[in-house]
T-cell receptor, first 115, second 114 residues
Framework: SAVISQKPSRDICQRGTSLTIQCQVD?????MFWYRQQPGQSLTLIAT?????????ESGFVIDKFPISRPNLTFSTLTVSNMSPEDSSIYLC????????????FGEGSRLTVL | DQQVKQNSPSLSVQEGRISILNCDYT??????FLWYKKYPAEGPTFLIS?????DKNEDGRFTVFLNKSAKHLSLHIVPSQPGDSAVYFC?????????????FGEGTQLTVNP
């Protein structure tokens, strides 16, 4: 397994501001992903964080709104830019050791509330 | 387009009885399925998985059944314990364009009553 730490665990933000969430894995992993879970909904993949290159975004998510970095095999950041109340959500970092199918390990999530 | 659906948002069972959580999918390219459990204020944790070459996988009290022709899978927990109370997510992956991404269902809140 892998232990994934996220910070902040929660925050209350003002409309129009940006917040960066950090994700640290305790060992090297091949794949890292960022998910969002809006209230009462499923986990939705935002993007795959690629080491040393631009993230791969899913339909409906763009780099200007959710810039992602992954400078090495154990660390990634997600920024939620120019926040609005609709961005209030739990943001989850996840990782997988291999490139194929298999279980994902998740961080505890970062709960953002935008006023 | 919800490719993985869990039609029951909640389920309540008595301790010691069987819990059955259901999941349906629409994408025939999915070939690997997982169940995750999530407690409040925690990230999802992996529970059990099944490949499309199997129709059953068992791990202790947890068994996952896969019916490919019906595009349906289910998670059986027996006997259910109060500590099993959590949200359970079904997830699927597979297909050339999906890479190793998982598609999740909406989740089912399981409550096991003492």
């Amino acid at each position: 397994s892998a232990v994934i730490s996220q910070k902040p665990s929660r925050d209350i933000c003002q409309r129009g501001t940006s917040l960066t969430i950090q994700c640290q894995v305790d060992s090297q992993v091949t794949m890292m992903f960022w998910y969002r879970q809006q209230p009462g909904q499923s986990l939705t993949l935002i993007a795959t964080a690629n080491q040393g290159s631009e993230a791969t975004y899913e339909s409906g998510f763009v780099i200007d709104k959710f810039p992602i970095s992954r400078p090495n095999l154990t660390f990634s950041t997600l920024t939620v830019s120019n926040m609005s109340p609709e961005d209030s959500s739990i943001y989850l970092c996840s990782a997988r050791r291999g490139v194929g199918t298999g279980e994902l390990f998740f961080g505890e999530g970062s709960r953002l509330t935008v006023l | 387009d919800q490719q993985v659906k869990q039609n029951s948002p909640s389920l309540s069972v008595q301790e010691g009885r069987i819990s059955i959580l259901n999941c349906d999918y629409t994408n025939s390219m999915f070939d690997y399925f997982l169940w995750y459990k999530k407690y409040p204020a925690e990230g999802p944790t992996f529970l059990i998985s099944i490949s499309s070459i199997k129709d059953k996988n068992e791990d202790g009290r947890f068994t996952v059944f896969l019916n490919k022709s019906a595009k349906h899978l289910s998670l059986h927990i027996v006997p259910s314990q109060p500590g099993d109370s959590a949200v359970y997510f079904c997830a699927a992956s597979g297909g050339e364009t999906s890479g190793s991404r998982l598609t999740f269902g909406e989740g089912t809140q399981l409550t096991v009553n003492p």
